[in-house]
């Protein structure tokens, strides 16, 4: 089994920054790929952005490329996503996401182990 616990969300006015944490414990061994997904109220759980090990490949959705950056620390076993110039509609509950495979797949049933969440809310 494996343990994600995200952490740095918070409240931010427009056009500001936050930078999100994910941790991950347990059986890090089978952890390779891991991403980031978001769920506003009423909405669909959707891909944010994912990075292999090392850092080798990166994929982000479209909404927030050239906004968002992806990172990951392999010795820590944790995964970093750094928002800046947010807007409203980034308000979502954001996950933390891994799964025992490579490959950067942007529907979330490809992924097996799922943090807790952590809220961001972007006021306008």
């Known amino acids: 089994q494996v343990q994600l616990v995200e952490s740095g969300g918070g409240l931010v006015q427009a056009g500001g920054s936050l930078r999100l944490s994910c941790a991950a414990s347990?059986?890090?061994?089978?952890?390779?790929?891991m991403a980031w997904f978001r769920q506003a109220p009423g909405k669909e759980r959707e891909f944010v952005a994912a990075i292999t090990p090392n850092g080798r490949s990166i994929n982000y959705a479209g909404s927030v490329k050239d906004r968002f950056s992806i990172s990951r620390d392999d010795v820590q076993m944790a995964v970093y996503l750094q928002m800046n110039s947010l807007k409203s509609e980034d308000t979502a509950v954001y996950y933390c996401a891994s799964r025992s495979g490579f490959g950067l797949p942007t529907m979330f049933r490809y992924y097996s182990y799922w943090g807790p969440g952590t809220q961001v809310t972007v006021s306008s």
């Open positions: 347990g059986r890090t061994s089978s952890v390779l790929t």
